[in-house]
């Protein structure tokens, strides 16, 4: 099942995709990753799920990614004594500690931690940004605001406090247990919310013990701020457009897209977009023209993937929104323009052998009559130097690692194949020209280019690069081993 497109898309999986035939269906339609969102399902529930896609990945022989998002701890208000009220524009409200039943007047904020961060003229918002007030004073237990931006307020609504860094660790009790869970299930990335410093993903990864690799979501000013060190810490990004977009003015989520993703692309690691990327088709069987261009710019900036939320997981049109993606992926891969703008935005030097062999595999591919760069990758560190190339022929990523090669899913351009262990490179050269074949990328008559580290399984050794034929017979008269 070739893709032909370059660009990943993630699906997330919910009540509108729980069976088999819905899993495979939108897998077959285009997903590369299915995200299992920690925040709702028991344990249990995501344990099915889990092993669908491994029987999905079992019966079509192609590897197939699994990202558990983490919900990270959640700043809600307590409760009112009738349900609801309505804050008015200018007039005054109180949060404390006191669990007594809210009023217009007050309500109980359950979390000493925001009162320990809060200063005068700190912004809180509430119900997703609906509600707007400032600290006029506070207190280790009560803050006294101002309502700047009124509306209903009902019980146990989200609270964001974006103008300060929160001592809120990002791994709450129930995701280190989901952390557990979903280590021991097998999956292959963990998606870490509430991420403000890079000490909260190094304590995300201390956990893990490398047995999922870790994307941080930037959903948060601080982790704007923060990004460079934290995009060091992590294994990939999620520009978590939704939470960004209520605790930063809107007009800048995009301009701080566009820099993640080219940050993301100068050190060679995955980057996803996320959030009401085709949010209509929820309930509408085609999305809207801004969508489709919401989602094209993201291919344009060289995201390696786009996400699907709620489309997939609740929606009406699962199948079609997942179709729908992939079929704008494809349109704007075929843009002659396209490879000239991934061109015009690589911006960093090469410094590494690793990074030269990558970079030669590119230029000889795109220069000459080459049909696909084939890479020898364990960890996968040599897969991911090629994809950050963003070569204009296909990347076939060859590993004896199956954890490796459902990793690899997410990475842009990378078609992973799971092969044999090999010594000699020229056994390599082999195994590299009939994946291609058998894979439909190649024909024997044609050419491909291969590289490997020598010795094999090592990381990080990538040290040799051949122009070899198709032709198997042609492979072992030559002379080179």
Request: a negative charge.
């Given at each position: 099942?070739?893709?032909?497109?370059?660009?990943?898309?993630?699906?997330?999986?919910?009540?509108?995709?729980?069976?088999?035939?819905?899993?495979?269906?939108?897998?077959?339609?285009?997903?590369?990753?299915?995200?299992?969102?920690?925040?709702?399902?028991?344990?249990?529930?995501?344990?099915?799920?889990?092993?669908?896609i491994r029987d999905i990945e079992r019966d079509t022989g192609r590897s197939i990614g699994i990202?558990?998002?983490?919900?990270?701890?959640?700043?809600?208000?307590?409760?009112?004594?009738?349900?609801?009220?309505?804050?008015?524009?200018?007039?005054?409200?109180?949060?404390?500690?006191?669990?007594t039943p809210g009023d217009l007047?007050?309500?109980c904020l359950p979390h000493k931690e925001i009162f320990d961060a809060l200063e005068p003229n700190t912004t809180l918002l509430v119900n997703d940004g609906k509600i707007r007030v400032k600290v006029k004073d506070c207190g280790k237990d009560y803050a006294n605001c101002i309502v700047e931006v009124g509306g209903e307020i009902s019980n146990r609504k989200g609270v964001n406090v974006p103008d300060v860094i929160l001592p809120v660790a990002a791994l709450s009790e129930k995701d280190k247990k989901d952390l557990k869970f979903a280590c021991e299930l097998g999956v292959d990335w963990l998606a870490l919310s509430f991420v403000q410093r890079p000490e909260d993903v190094i304590e995300a990864r201390e956990l893990a013990h490398g047995r999922a690799a870790i994307v941080s979501k930037i959903e948060k000013p601080a982790a704007v701020t923060s990004f460079e060190s934290i995009l060091e810490v992590s294994d990939g990004i999620m520009v978590a457009r939704g939470d960004l977009g209520v605790e930063l003015p809107v007009q800048a989520v995009p301009p701080i897209q566009k820099r993640l993703i080219r940050g993301c692309r100068a050190v060679g690691k995955p980057v996803i977009v996320a959030t009401q990327m085709m949010e209509s088709m929820i309930e509408s069987p085609v999305p809207t023209r801004a969508e489709v261009s919401d989602v094209a710019t993201a291919i344009y900036e060289g995201a390696d993937a786009v996400m699907l939320s709620a489309e997939s997981?609740?929606?009406?049109?699962?199948?079609?929104?997942?179709?729908?993606?992939?079929?704008?992926?494809?349109?704007v891969e075929s843009d002659p323009n396209y490879f000239n703008v991934i061109a015009a935005s690589r911006s960093r030097a090469n410094t590494t052998i690793p990074e030269a062999i990558t970079l030669a595999a590119r230029e000889i591919a795109e220069s000459t009559d080459i049909k696909a760069i084939c890479c020898f990758t364990d960890s996968g560190s040599t897969a991911v130097l090629v994809s950050r190339e963003k070569a204009m022929v296909p990347i076939l990523a060859l590993t004896p690692n199956v954890g490796t090669a459902r990793r690899l899913t997410l990475v842009w351009g990378l078609h992973t194949v799971v092969t044999n262990t090999v010594s000699r490179f020229k056994l390599a050269v082999v195994s590299a020209a009939r994946a291609a074949r058998t894979q439909g990328f190649a024909s024997e008559d044609d050419k491909i280019v291969v590289i490997a580290g020598v010795p094999f399984n090592t990381a990080g050794s990538t040290n040799i690069l051949r122009v070899a034929p198709v032709d198997e017979k042609q492979i072992f008269d030559s002379e080179a081993d």
């Open positions: 099942m070739r893709r032909k497109r370059s660009l990943k898309i993630v699906a997330t999986l919910g009540p509108a995709s729980s069976t088999y035939e819905t899993i495979r269906a939108l897998f077959e339609a285009g997903a590369d990753v299915f995200r299992l969102n920690m925040s709702h399902g028991a344990h249990d529930d995501i344990q099915v799920k889990h092993q669908i990202l558990a998002d983490l919900q990270g701890p959640k700043l809600r208000c307590g409760v009112f004594a009738n349900d609801t009220e309505e804050l008015v524009s200018g007039e005054s409200f109180r949060f404390d500690l006191d669990k007047k007050r309500v997981a609740m929606g009406d049109y699962a199948v079609e929104a997942v179709s729908t993606m992939n079929n704008v992926a494809e349109e």
